[in-house]
């Protein structure tokens, strides 16, 4: 079965840094737009960072110049790197791979990220 799995997900104090990161099973990313979403209590889900199957990049104002998105791969894995952290980053971060040309739209369970002193 198709399956998205991330990870890297905890506690870390403000201006601090985390990874997550995703896997997936049989599907490759390579084919795919890869995106990370985040879903904070009490809001709405949003996009945090996405890239296409070519290597476009696009990021929330939020998050621009902190976080970055990256795909290895021959390990068919996505990235988020975070940085600079800050109390509102908190919240459950979702990976995502879509098509719709092929109308797939998988997503993972998700990995809390929680950003407090």
């Known amino acids: 079965q198709v399956q998205l799995v991330e990870s890297g997900g905890g506690l870390v104090q403000p201006g601090g840094s985390l990874r997550l990161s995703c896997a997936a099973s049989?599907?490759?990313?390579?084919?795919?737009?890869a995106g990370w979403y985040r879903q904070a209590p009490g809001k709405q889900r949003e996009l945090v960072a996405a890239?296409?199957?070519?290597?476009?990049?696009n990021y929330a104002d939020s998050v621009k110049g902190r976080f970055t998105i990256s795909r290895d791969n021959a390990k068919n894995t996505v990235y988020l790197q975070m940085n600079s952290l800050k109390p509102e980053d908190t919240a459950v971060y979702y990976c995502n791979a879509h098509s719709s040309w092929s109308s797939v739209d998988v997503w993972g369970k998700g990995t809390l990220v929680t950003v407090s002193s």
């Open positions: 890239m296409s199957s070519g290597g476009t990049t």
């Open positions: 049989r599907i490759f990313f390579s084919m795919y737009t």
